[in-house]
C-alpha cells in the first residue's frame, strides 16, 4: 500500500501514543513518576517503567553500535514534530507486528534499514518491549487484516484508514463492538468473529 502523507495527524492515538514513545526513549527525554496518578512517561502505568528504561537501553545499544560502526544514526524526529520519516513509519510497523505475535515480521521489517544482526537485535527487542507497554495499557496499534478480498478493520482505526490509497470504504468490512447476551458471551456467531 503506498501512503498519502506523512503526518502525526493522520494517525489514530494508539499510533500517535506509540511515536511519541518511540521519540522520547531514543531521544533520552523522560518524564518521571507521577504520584497522584500512577503513571509514568505519560500515559503508562509506573509498574512499566522497568520495560520503558529497557527498552531505552536498547534504543541506546543500537545507536551505540551505530556510531562505532560508523553507520548513519536513528533517523527520529523530535517528540512535537508533525512529519514522520521513514524510520519512524518503519518503527511503528515493527511494534504492529511485535503485539500480532511477529517477532519473525518484526526482524524482516527492520532487516531492510539494518543489515547488522546485532542492531536489529537491539531494536527489535525495544520494539518488542514498547509493544508490551501499549498492549499492558489497552493501546493495541491498528493492523488492517485482508480476508475473502475485503479489508476488515476494527471501528476504532477509521481515522487512520484515509492515509492508504488502495483501500476503498466499498472494500471495508468494519468491526464494531458487539453487544454481550446476558451470559457475558457475545451474540456475533463464531464464524463472524474476527480477533485482533
Given at each position: 500500500m503506498t501512503r498519502l502523507s506523512l503526518s502525526l495527524s493522520d494517525l489514530c492515538c494508539c499510533e500517535r501514543l506509540?511515536?511519541?514513545s518511540i521519540r522520547c526513549l531514543v531521544s533520552h527525554y523522560r518524564l518521571p513518576n507521577c504520584p497522584e496518578t500512577k503513571?509514568?512517561?505519560?500515559?503508562?502505568?509506573?509498574?512499566f517503567r522497568p520495560a520503558l528504561d529497557a527498552a531505552e537501553g536498547a534504543f541506546a545499544d543500537a545507536t551505540y553500535h551505530l556510531r562505532l560502526a560508523e553507520r548513519p544514526l536513528l533517523t527520529v524526529n523530535a517528540p512535537g514534530m508533525q512529519s514522520l520519516t521513514p524510520l519512524e513509519e518503519?518503527?511503528?510497523?515493527?511494534?504492529?507486528?511485535?503485539?500480532?505475535?511477529?517477532?519473525?515480521?518484526?526482524?524482516?521489517?527492520?532487516?531492510?534499514?539494518?543489515?547488522?544482526r546485532f542492531v536489529q537485535g537491539c531494536l527489535a527487542m525495544a520494539l518488542t518491549l514498547l509493544a508490551d507497554c501499549l498492549a499492558g495499557a489497552g493501546h493495541w496499534l491498528p493492523r488492517a487484516l485482508v480476508h475473502d478480498e475485503k479489508t476488515i478493520s476494527g471501528g476504532g482505526a477509521l481515522s487512520s484508514i484515509s492515509r492508504w490509497r488502495s483501500v476503498s470504504p466499498s472494500r471495508m468490512?468494519?468491526?464494531?463492538?458487539?453487544?454481550?447476551?446476558?451470559?457475558?458471551?457475545?451474540?456475533?456467531?463464531?464464524?463472524?468473529?474476527?480477533?485482533h
Open positions: 506509540a511515536l511519541w503513571t509514568t512517561d505519560g500515559l503508562f502505568p509506573a509498574c518503519r518503527f511503528l510497523k515493527g511494534i504492529v507486528a511485535a503485539q500480532n505475535e511477529g517477532q519473525r515480521e518484526v526482524f524482516v521489517i527492520l532487516a531492510e534499514a539494518f543489515p547488522d468490512r468494519v468491526l464494531w463492538p458487539q453487544d454481550n447476551g446476558p451470559l457475558g458471551k457475545s451474540m456475533m456467531p463464531e464464524t463472524d468473529r474476527v480477533m
